[in-house]
């Protein structure tokens, strides 16, 4: 269970800070807060109090202990202090070395990579080049910046300066608490959901992926620090708003946005579901029920067969099999010439909870896992 310190300063997205909290202690976080003097002016110090479970801090001098300072007590506590909303005069002081309140003290003993800002503020602030010369400062010496949001803001304005949404908030905690480096300095793609294949300009042939396993993979890959890219077709579980994504309709979209998407060293997992087949000659208008008897099904271009593999360091392949039938799957691996399969029943297809097999190609010891898609995502990242 993770300790996260939230500094909130005086702006007025201060207001949505105890959703955040609730969010956070949602998923399991220890959560303490300190405000400085002019926050309260935007959230009371009951809420903040009720919500996190603990008490505010805010004063320097209140009960100092001359054992354990209160400022340091915090910093030993916690493992990431969280500033939002970060004010322009907050940013200012944190870059300029200033710590005349409980916030910015704590902050200057702080280990920077630990350190996150969400600054919000009018579009005029946003804009002003001392701010982004003291956000640049801070972020060359590793402090993380959440960028605000374009659209209207409080003051009535329009432009960038919004609080991002509480999960890009969320996530970027979890990236930030992350500690394992395995998974840096190689590019991800995870391909979701369901393809789409034209019978005419009105009918499709299309299946019933929710794009829920690629999506968790994606989620977990981006919670470790990695650099990924979520490309989908049809999917009925939202994309998460912090993940990159690309829509793509049929195999043949799908296979040219993986080729232009290859860096140096990639890793591409495939858990979409992608049609097998087309139609010969999709109709350019709708066709007549009559017609629709003699529509000639042929199949589909092999995406993982024509991924170019000059700069792959291993694919991930699904094999949805009636029966988990682990022969097919083999026999799947083989032919498509890839390092890991992971097996799968039909009946994994939309629910939440499943049972899976990981068979790879140099490892004759086959891993048996039943349990949800997220469980099942982790459990494939410390395989691959
Ligand atoms: C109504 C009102 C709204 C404000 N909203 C913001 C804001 O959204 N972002 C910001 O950076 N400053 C905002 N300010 C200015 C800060 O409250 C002010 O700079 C204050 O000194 C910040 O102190 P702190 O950083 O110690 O909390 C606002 C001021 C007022 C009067």
């Not at 400022?71 to 200033?98: Q, S």
């Not at 960028?147 to 509480?166: H, Q, V």
């Not at 946005?257 to 140096?264: R, S, T």
């Not at 086959?366 to 349990?371: K, N, P, S, V, Y």
Request: aromatic fraction near 6%.
């Amino acid at each position: 269970m993770n300790n996260i310190l939230i500094g909130v300063s005086g702006g007025i997205s201060a207001y949505k800070v105890p959703s955040l909290i609730r969010l956070l202690i949602k998923d399991d976080y220890n959560v303490k807060v300190i405000v400085t003097e002019d926050a309260l002016k935007f959230v009371t110090k009951e809420t903040l109090e009720i919500i996190s479970g603990n008490r505010v801090y805010f004063k320097m001098f209140d009960n100092v202990s001359v054992t354990s300072p209160k400022h340091i007590e915090l910093v030993g506590w916690a493992d990431c202090l969280l500033i939002v909303p970060a004010t322009y005069n907050t940013i200012g002081k944190l870059a300029g070395g200033i710590a005349n309140n409980l916030l910015s003290l704590v902050a200057s003993a702080m280990d920077n990579n630990k350190l996150i800002l969400a600054p919000s503020m009018n579009v005029n602030m946003w804009e002003n080049k001392i701010l982004q010369s003291n956000l640049n400062k801070l972020k060359k010496m590793g402090v993380n910046i959440i960028e605000p949001d374009s659209g209207f803001l409080a003051c009535k304005d329009t432009g960038k300066g919004r609080l991002p949404d509480i999960e890009i908030i969320h996530a970027t905690i979890k990236r930030v608490l992350n500690t394992e480096k395995r998974f840096e300095n190689i590019q991800y793609i995870v391909t979701a959901g369901g393809t789409e294949e034209d019978i005419d300009k009105v009918r499709v042939i299309s299946n019933r992926s929710s794009g829920r396993m690629g999506i968790e993979i994606a989620k977990q890959l981006y919670f470790k620090g990695a650099d990924v890219l979520i490309i989908h077709g049809n999917v009925s579980v939202g994309i998460p708003i912090y993940l990159k994504s690309v829509y793509v309709k049929s195999a043949e979209m799908m296979l040219e946005v993986i080729n232009k998407n290859i860096g140096n060293n990639t890793i591409i997992i495939m858990a979409a579901a992608i049609s097998d087949f087309k139609i010969k000659n999709a109709g350019k208008e709708k066709y007549h029920k009559k017609e629709l008897r003699h529509i000639e099904f042929i199949e589909n271009i092999d995406v993982i067969k024509n991924i170019k593999r000059d700069n792959i360091l291993k694919i991930v392949g699904f094999a949805l099999e009636n029966g988990m039938d682990r022969k097919s799957a083999i026999e799947k691996l083989k032919r498509k010439n890839i390092d890991t399969i992971i097996l799968n029943d039909v009946s994994s297809i939309g629910s939440e909870h499943t049972k899976i097999e990981i068979i790879k190609r140099k490892d004759n010891n086959i891993i048996e896992f039943e349990g949800t898609k997220q469980e099942i995502a982790k459990l494939i990242l410390d395989h691959i």
